[in-house]
T-cell receptor, first 113, second 119 residues
């Protein structure tokens, strides 16, 4: 079965610091990858997604992620975080466009002003 | 993006009662909806996949007689927690898959969640 691992459970940064959140998946075939964000009290929102093509994917709010097939990784990055980026971030994967999503356990990001 | 609503946003009930949670896709038709449960500081756990007009597919360990799912129309799925107990207290989230056009890649859109507290 597929699984998604997020190794950073809680990340604390100061504003303007750079961010990288790790995500690894276990699946040998074609995979669709996603990063979702959940702001306090709000629903999950899609940050970015990868299906095929350019492995460097740009999303909303200045986030990007790089798909490295050889490492089964899809790390999320942002060069300069803001206080408003404080939220829970979830990595997810699915094996096909009709498949179910498998979520990582999430990473709580806290940004101090 | 497409919008998914849930009602109610929070509910408090007594042990032994049943609670119904609605999930609606507001601007698209969803042949497939998903129900998740989220515990504090933990990930979303898929409970079941709901297909319009057919029986839901439950994940291993989820009691189908306790968590009744009905997907009677292309815009509405309901989750009924029957004979709720305190251990059923949790955050329940639905999502709906938008088949849309080729560019949507069957993206899932999430509802805002329903906080259930069973006393």
């Amino acid at each position: 079965a597929q699984s998604v691992s997020q190794h950073n459970h809680h990340v604390i940064l100061s504003e303007a610091a750079s961010l990288e959140l790790g995500c690894n998946y276990s699946y040998g075939g074609t995979v669709n990858l996603f990063w979702y964000v959940q702001y306090p009290g709000q629903h999950l929102q899609l940050l970015l997604k990868y299906f095929s093509g350019d492995p460097l994917v740009k999303g909303i709010k200045g986030f990007e992620a790089e798909f490295i097939k050889s490492k089964f990784s899809f790390n999320l990055r942002k060069p300069s975080v803001q206080w408003s980026d404080t939220a829970e971030y979830f990595c997810a994967a699915r094996g096909s466009t009709l498949g179910r999503l498998y979520f990582g356990r999430g990473t709580q990001l806290t940004v101090w002003p | 993006g497409a919008v998914v609503s849930q009602h109610p946003s929070w509910v408090i009930c007594k042990s032994g009662t049943s609670v119904k949670i609605e999930c609606r896709s507001l601007d698209f038709q969803a042949t497939t909806m998903f129900w998740y449960r989220q515990f504090p500081k933990q990930s979303l756990m898929l409970m079941a996949t709901s297909n319009e007009g057919s029986k839901a597919t439950y994940e291993q360990g989820v009691e189908k007689d306790k968590f009744l799912i009905n997907h009677a129309s292309l815009t509405l799925s309901t989750l009924t927690v029957t004979s709720a107990h305190p251990e059923d207290s949790s955050f329940y989230i639905c999502s709906a898959r938008d088949p849309g056009g080729a560019s949507s890649y069957n993206e899932q859109f999430f509802g805002p969640g329903t906080r259930l507290t069973v006393l």
